[in-house]
């Protein structure tokens, strides 16, 4: 732990410039950054100036020619709107593409200073932010990563903490508690949050809104919890000494004037969010004695930032001789996780499981059909790690004698993550940022409004997550309307960057498991039954793992002449629509069925597929569900069986009988339309 | 106070039945509902029988003849799960239509007795609850709204508590931390949580994934907080008495075992959410002494239960009589709060500023427009009340000199909800269900993502709720993705009974207003942009405030000819239709425009209408968002011009030229569409 720690003090008093000064440099360039862009926030940036300034310069391990260097440390701002605190570190540490003409970009198209830090987009960003709340709760997520990799693969080689920069906002959001309970129920001592105790928001003073004991609070959820002068060097020194020796995650309140070194506005709500005029950054300059011109930094100050970066790439090089010196098993193993491809054994067991469900043809809800890949994969794939918001036995998301992680214990692969579905979506965002692992989580689907601003920045950052959302239409009976989604598929699969997964039978379960594994660069949600469906008809298919659930949708009957009309269904409903075509099929009527189990991945084929799939006859769309955008398959002849309101509750041949949703319904349907001259 | 709950205590102690017989009532009836319906959650309801027998024979103040009864108590089963506690506990107080049979029809289709408790289907029932937290959050909407009433009508005709059952899932909750956080911050003393203390959750032990001091955690947020055995009678009965004195929101943790009286399966997850089965039904009613067949009890019991009613009917007469008694001002202002009609002044103010904005025609942003209708509007209209989740100066949600609403002094109608956007939404729920407020609430469209579950309850309850949603699109600019809401209208307009508004202009704007207001059933949206919008070209219009806005969609730009190409647009993007129709007839093509402030209004017009707007000439679709369900309005032969992904931070000009949402690209579209064959 102390490492690294102790070196840099020495060096940095050698450093001509002062710790006031190096935080100095970040103020006026927060500040002159919102001046030139017209629009930004200055005020965090100048109030957490100098605490940022000593976590960097005295305890940051990181590399800016190696943004990626798996055992850095992790630096989340979670109040992203003070982007350019962050931007101004990564400017004065080196890191490639951060030059002062990007910082006077700010908040221009493509430049390399978007308004919110966006991950993917800025190196040195660990994970977008702007959201609030969503920074910390990220970060849980990466530091149970650190701890799940740590018992992995030993602390030689991973060994690293998670520092977070949160706001009042970020604390008075909800996802605030579901995060910080989490993580002190699991004891993830290398977490430590910062929190900017300025006492303003954008209405005025905090206590307009607020009156919380955050660190009574925090000490609730069992954290170490300390208050300090977040302007005092020595004390946030110490404070951040103290968290990194406890064993519980820490929180430092930095009692800061927001603004700090603006002579007339520190300390108001006005510095939160509005450049400071010119006016007030004249007397900023003068109050603060700096008189380089815009984004010009003088040679002392940047020479004591380099040296931050200079401790940093000395770890690095450290690190990369433990690794070479790693048993070759370890080493192998390591690297493979960090490369993040699916191994050859996932691969095999995938392939294997879709055999056995196409000889055994079982009727199996999807959920269980999920169970059953998971029982198989895990043991295929070390790097799958998962769990549920305190529906295991709903989800059936726990393989078999999978162990769980807890406290003390990150040997395990399983997370309770209890009934914080938005802690645990972020903390999937986390465990897939941090790299080295594949997450997945469950709930229900009608939960997925819980968790939807995180599932939204894993569908903006790009993140492989898998998200497994069970009991996915009125078919869950009983529970009623509260439970049962019917705008969930509509509203996720206007998401971009998404995809949404809706498996008919058991193999297109497994398929869209394999298809959701093999996504590098976006997030997928299994939309799975909790009643059980019958295998669709198949011919004896020589296909990879994916099937044809990688075209989106196919054709699962076919007629034998020219078709009446054309069934497209998901999930559950397919059954329906396949029941219907028999109906119809003993009148005369030649209905083909397809099956869709991903719109998005359909969308991407190329359109003469799409039109031999759906045909020229008249459609019938069949969801359990609303409407939604199912018009732009249907097109202008078409009708769609569905949802029109929310489902209640009742046994599930009782609901889908009154809500109409029937193979009888769908074969007058068709009749109509195929009467229709 | 305590007007009414001392004679009780004599009169139950006179009645034959004991409380523990009472308790063992509900007991009963939960475990034969669930075993009856093969499904439900009989653990919940036996373990809190006797804290729910305590409150309601000695303390809530309720009239079983009179559901709505203004001045009643407020009782909130936040774990919706345990519904068999309320239905067994309105059976045993005589709710109109809640029989023995009802029971017995547990979770069978259209029965009083859904799995979880359903507003405005099962009389009695406050709130909806189920998804975990939603009733707790509500409630601090219910006892604000108390708060608030009582400081306009006294407390001779309010004065009233709120009650919730909690239980650990409730609690783990994000949105638990919102609510906590702002009923401490407002001292909301009239507000008591029972916590169902079992330390049981669906996957197990609650140690499994949670380890928080509750206690400690809610008197950080400056709650008043107890510790009791949940089983003992009396501590109970203590417990709530201190709670009703305190002067801040009270916590009582109650420690109870799951599934109480049943020998065998009592204290374990098991007894969560399923039947005991046959056996052990059978031996709870050995081990309770209980005789009787299912669905009855025994006459003394019910005589027992009798006495709440009637301690609660008489506080109804008493209260009936202050009523009478009131000066005559009072008790018609009061009388019409209850009412919800618009008042008359509401609708002069609503006409006075259409007639404005008709003359004026400002360029205003719809935001600001919104802010302009809530200053005239807000002193014609007492009964409107709302806020913002710290974004006041923003979405433009404070009227002029709207007085704050604080802890002490709730005469005020400006809410500072903070940066808990989940909690203001549950908040706005529980004032309008409390009735005698119509309550609004603001933050950024992207952020309905962190309320999504409580507008959801908000639709389903079909509550008269207006959410000032403002950055609605890429036109906010330089915040970039992470603040630029793309997917949002889709996914708002899949929701049921929910109206989404995009005005145009400020006329719009106010129709929109106008139009949600109305809604008696139903919640609105309104998306507004944060950029200047002109005015649309208009007729000197005399119709009502809600203007053609009530229709939909309609026809803001005819051609003088047949129609070329027809473009439809919402919000900032009927500017941009003009525009483009501007230019086409510069190249002598007829464009019409249509403006579609409201999808789902425009869904309910005859189809004569819908067929006279959209034309048959070829549509093209405009709004900056993704495309969602444009499809049903565009056709087969239509495009759509709009978003695909995400946005990104630069200035807005910048924004709408990269991502190809201009005139000149709308422009383009038809030309091809024009010269289709």
């Known amino acids: 732990m102390t490492r690294t720690s102790q070196a840099p003090t020495q060096a940095a008093a050698a450093a001509a410039a002062t710790l006031p000064q190096m935080a100095n440099a970040l103020r006026v360039l927060a500040m002159d950054a919102v001046e030139k862009a017209k629009s930004g926030h200055p005020g965090m940036p100048m109030g957490m100036a100098d605490v940022a300034t000593v ?35 990564l400017h004065l540490t080196g890191y490639p593409g951060m030059t002062a003409a990007e910082l006077a970009r700010f908040r221009q198209w493509d430049a390399l200073t978007p308004g919110h830090p966006e991950y993917g ?5 660990e994970t977008t932010t702007g959201p609030l709340g969503a920074g910390i709760a990220t970060a849980v997520g990466m530091a149970l990563a650190e701890a799940m990799a740590a018992a992995r693969f030993g602390t030689d080689l991973v060994d690293h903490h998670t520092y977070v920069i949160a706001g009042d906002g970020c604390l008075m959001e909800g996802i605030s508690h579901e995060a910080i309970s989490l993580a002190g129920h699991l004891r993830l001592g290398k977490l430590i949050v910062l929190f900017d105790d300025n006492g303003i ?53 930095c009692r800061t004037v927001i603004g700090r070194g603006a002579p007339t506005k520190a300390g108001s709500a006005g510095t939160h969010g509005a450049p400071l005029g010119e006016a007030e950054v004249a007397a900023t300059r003068a109050a603060l004695d700096w008189t380089a011109p815009p984004f010009t930094v003088p040679q002392a100050i940047r020479d004591a930032w380099a040296l931050a970066a200079q401790r940093g790439k000395a770890a690095h090089r450290a690190w990369r001789q433990r690794l070479a010196a790693a048993a070759p098993a370890q080493h192998t193993a390591f690297l493979a996780s960090q490369a993040g491809d699916l191994p050859e054994t996932a691969r095999q067991a995938l392939a294997e499981i879709r055999r056995d469900f196409l000889s055994r043809r079982p009727t199996l809800a999807s959920r269980q059909a999920s169970q059953q890949v998971l029982i198989q994969l895990l043991p295929a ?31 395990g692969s399983y997370i309770h993550f209890g009934i914080r579905e938005h802690a645990m979506v972020s903390a999937l965002n986390g465990l897939a940022l941090h790299g080295g692992f594949v997450p997945y989580g469950g709930t229900f689907l009608v939960f997925s409004d819980y968790c939807r601003p995180a599932i939204r920045l894993a569908a903006l950052m790009g993140l492989r997550i898998v998200l497994v959302m069970t009991h996915d239409s009125i078919g869950l009976g009983e529970d009623g309307p509260t439970h049962q989604p019917v705008e969930h598929l509509a509203s996720l699969r206007a998401m971009p960057n998404l995809l949404v997964f809706r498996p008919a039978d058991a193999v297109e379960t497994l398929e869209a498991w394999a298809l959701a594994l093999e996504q590098r660069r976006r997030p997928s949600v299994l939309c799975l039954s909790r009643q059980g469906l019958a295998a669709l008809p198949r011919q004896d ?44 099929e003993a009148e005369g009527h030649h209905a083909a069925v397809v099956s869709a189990p991903c719109f998005e991945l359909f969308r991407e084929q190329p359109e003469a597929y799409r039109r031999s799939v759906l045909g020229t006859a008249p459609r019938i769309g069949i969801e359990a569900a609303v409407e939604g955008d199912w018009a732009r398959w ?16 009742a046994p599930i041949d009782a609901l889908y009988r009154e809500f109409g949703i029937t193979a009888e319904a769908v074969a007058a349907a068709a009749r109509r339309l195929i009467q229709q001259p």
């Not at 999930?571 to 029941?579: D, F, K, P, R």
Request: proline share 4%; aromatic share 8%.
């Open 381 to 411: 794939m070390p790097t799958l790690v998962g769990g549920s918001a305190d529906l295991t036995h709903s989800n059936l998301t726990m393989g078999k004698d999978q162990a769980p992680v807890a406290a003390g214990n990150f040997a």
């Open 634 to 649: 249907l097109g202008d002849g078409g009708t769609f069986i569905g949802m029109t309101g929310f489902g209640a509750s």
């Open 541 to 584: 298919e020589n296909r990879a793992a994916t099937g044809l659930s990688a075209l989106g949708a196919y054709v699962v009957r076919e007629t034998a002449g020219p078709r009446d009309v054309t069934l497209i269904a998901t999930g559950s409903e397919v059954g329906v629509a396949l029941a219907a075509a028999r109906l119809l």
């Open 201 to 253: 928001s954008i209405d005025g003073s905090v206590s307009l809104s607020c009156s919380d004991d955050q660190l009574g609070r925090f000490a609730a959820s069992g954290w170490t919890v300390q208050r300090i002068d977040g302007h005092d060097f020595e004390a946030i020194e110490a404070a951040i000494e103290i968290a990194r020796a406890a064993d519980r995650p820490s929180l430092i309140a």
């Open 55 to 89: 976590l960097f310069q005295r305890f940051l391990n990181f590399d800016p020619d190696a943004p990626d260097w798996a055992d850095r440390d992790r630096f989340v701002l979670s109040a992203g709107h003070g982007s350019m605190l962050l931007y101004g570190l």
């Open 121 to 125: 987009h800025t190196p040195g960003v």
